[in-house]
């Protein structure tokens, strides 16, 4: 190869490693777009709750739509007790953070006992559920990482479009948000 030759294809090649940071910066999926963002006490990201048929109502505090879906955050108020089905994610590992009240919490073979500063790590692909124990409100903080779909599978929940599924065709569509229910929820007045 010619000396010319080998130091035009050498600056070109310098050239574009050179200009590479910057396109990465335009296409990196860990950047945010925009800027903070405060939610107040009590309220939902987006103005509007999200209420489901176990008698949670939940407050987006951070949205899959802030994070690429990297993270879901939001504060769970729950009035009756009891709590979900024994279920687990496929790719979503799952904390809890007790604001208020007492609850039980079951992961894997292990159940605790949770009270307000409390908290627990559920990771993928081992089922867990919860329940609260207590009288009154009771409040959990609760996270998803990376969120994958559950954002969205609460919002069809609260829409009603799991209510009127046979227990198979709920099944299905719960695998189609990443998860599947194996079990009945914990038995709170057993204290298990």
Known sequence: ??????????????????????AFANHNPFRRAGKGFLVGAGKDRFGKSISLMEGDTFFTKVSTKDT???????????????????????EQDEWW?????????????ETF???????AFGPRGVPHTFAKTSEGPGR????????GKMEEWFQAVSEGKLAKLSEEQ??????????EKV??????EKKL
């Open 1 to 22: 190869m010619k000396r010319n030759s080998f130091l035009k294809r050498l600056l070109t090649g310098c050239a574009a490693i050179a200009a590479a940071p910057a």
């Open 68 to 90: 690429s879906a990297d993270l879901y955050v939001f504060e769970s108020t729950r009035d009756k007790k009891g709590g979900p089905s024994l279920h687990y994610h496929y």
């Open 97 to 109: 953070y007790v604001l208020e009240g007492e609850f039980l919490i079951r992961i894997g073979e």
């Open 113 to 119: 006992t949770m009270k307000a500063g409390d908290s």
């Open 140 to 147: 959990l903080l609760m996270l998803f990482q990376p969120a």
């Open 170 to 179: 709920q099944q299905e569509f719960r695998k189609k948000y990443g998860f």
């Open 183 to 188: 079990g009945p929820g914990i038995g709170y």
